[in-house]
């Protein structure tokens, strides 16, 4: 069994060398590391099953009690392939926190490109720089496109960006934009339901004393 993870290790790592010399690699590449408490590679059925995963790549990290892809051999796993993972499924990025029950989770080319997570509820976080708070959502179910960098949230969709809070059946939010909409055509029977929170009164400082008479 050890052997099979490290012989999918190795073929990643070469693949990898080999893609570098051809071209300089952007932040979100690099070699994939993969670990697991269990693995099973059938070859013959062109299956991996990975227990108790991480799956780890520069900034992005995904962990799960359970993965598995069909259709493909140790050497092309991560080429144009969906993997399912099952419980606890966490996906991290510098773009935000992906949390879930299951999770499609599709790589191209040896790249996270789309990820499909469902839940009760599903939830995303991303931290915004600027104003120092957390952007926060959560659905049933939660599609996020890497390369556009737009999450879409459907059903029992919820969406928090610190300041106003956005309540409808599918909402789309754009991660590096921190901008978040809702078409009225995928609201069903809903209607989009927005809360503004008002900031904080400023406290008033007690006005100054006057100054004291001169004594005569």
């Not at 099973?40 to 780890?56: C, P, Q, S, W, Y």
């Amino acid at each position: 069994m050890g052997t099979s993870i490290r012989n999918l290790c190795l073929s990643l790592a070469l693949a990898w060398a080999s893609y570098a010399l051809a071209a300089s690699p952007k932040a979100s590449q690099g070699p994939i590391d993969v670990t697991a408490q269990y693995e099973e590679v059938d070859g013959k059925n062109k299956t991996v099953f990975l227990r108790k995963v991480r799956i780890a790549q520069g900034n992005m990290t995904l962990t799960a009690d359970q993965g598995q892809v069909n259709g493909t051999g140790v050497e092309n796993a991560f080429d144009d392939s969906v993997w399912v993972f099952k419980g606890a499924v966490k996906v991290t990025m510098d773009q935000g926190v992906l949390n879930s029950d299951e999770g499609r989770v599709t790589f191209s080319n040896k790249l996270l490109s789309y990820a499909v997570v469902t839940g009760k509820p599903a939830t995303f976080q991303q931290r915004i720089p600027k104003t120092d708070k957390d952007a926060h959502g959560h659905a049933d179910k939660i599609e996020y496109d890497v390369a556009k960098g737009v999450i879409r949230l459907t059903q029992d969709a919820f969406l928090d960006n610190g300041q106003y809070e956005v309540h409808g059946e599918s909402l789309k939010y754009d991660v590096a934009k921190q901008v978040s909409s809702a078409e009225a055509s995928e609201q069903g029977s809903q209607r989009v339901h927005i809360i503004i929170t008002p900031p904080p009164p400023k406290s008033s400082s007690p006005p100054k004393a006057p100054p004291a008479n001169p004594t005569p």
